[in-house]
């Protein structure tokens, strides 16, 4: 048996809109997060910021999981495009995801937030994204989010 460890790649802060609401569906209640620019990554692995114009796809279902699956990129301190699908989950008890829902500040270890990012890089010396599996634990803010990246080795 081979037990998988996990190595920090890093934390990620990132800025959101106001969500922008689709409505309810035969799945769910579905709304746009959008993720703007200024937000940044740092860590031993990797550095750079948020590139802006992206957002997070949401779907609530309607026993109460929030589905989430975001498209945005990174720009590298040295310049690289980096693009990211960050797909997962996050839930609490009611009365938790209420507060969340209002814009309150709710301490992350009230509710379950966590997503696996697939990570498309270029050729190169950030190529080794696109070579592993990754898991991500998250925070949700009333005006950002925060993200914690370690890569399956």
Same mark, same amino acid.
């Given at each position: 048996?081979?037990?998988?460890?996990?190595?920090? +790649?890093?934390?990620?802060?990132?800025?959101?809109?106001?969500?922008?609401?689709?409505?309810?569906?035969?799945?769910?209640?579905?709304?746009?997060?959008?993720? %703007?620019?200024? $937000?940044?990554?740092?860590?031993?692995?990797? &550095?750079?910021?948020? %590139? @802006?114009?992206s957002a997070d796809w949401q779907l609530?279902?309607?026993? @109460? #999981?929030? +589905?989430?699956?975001?498209?945005?990129?990174?720009?590298?301190?040295?310049?690289?495009?980096?693009?990211?699908?960050?797909?997962?989950?996050?839930? @609490?008890?009611?009365? #938790?995801?209420?507060?969340?829902?209002?814009?309150?500040?709710?301490?992350?270890?009230?509710?379950?937030?966590?997503? +696996?990012?697939?990570?498309?890089?270029? +050729?190169?010396?950030y190529d080794w994204l696109n070579r592993?599996?990754? #898991?991500? &634990? $998250?925070?949700?803010?009333?005006?950002?989010?925060?993200?914690? #990246?370690?890569? %399956?080795?």
């Amino acid at each position: 048996m081979i037990k998988p460890e996990l190595e920090f +790649v890093y934390e990620a802060t990132g800025e959101l809109l106001a969500p922008t609401p689709i409505g309810e569906t035969y799945d769910g209640t579905r709304r746009i997060i959008p993720i %703007v620019g200024g $937000g940044r990554v740092e860590g031993p692995l990797i &550095s750079g910021k948020l %590139v @802006g114009n992206s957002a997070d796809w949401q779907l609530t279902r309607h026993h @109460g #999981v929030t +589905v989430a699956d975001a498209l945005y990129a990174i720009e590298t301190d040295d310049g690289v495009i980096i693009q990211i699908r960050n797909k997962g989950l996050r839930h @609490g008890p009611p009365e #938790v995801m209420q507060r969340l829902a209002t814009g309150q500040e709710v301490d992350p270890a009230e509710y379950y937030f966590r997503t +696996v990012p697939e990570f498309i890089a270029p +050729v190169g010396k950030y190529d080794w994204l696109n070579r592993s599996i990754f #898991v991500c &634990s $998250g925070a949700r803010y009333p005006l950002g989010i925060k993200l914690w #990246v370690w890569r %399956v080795t």
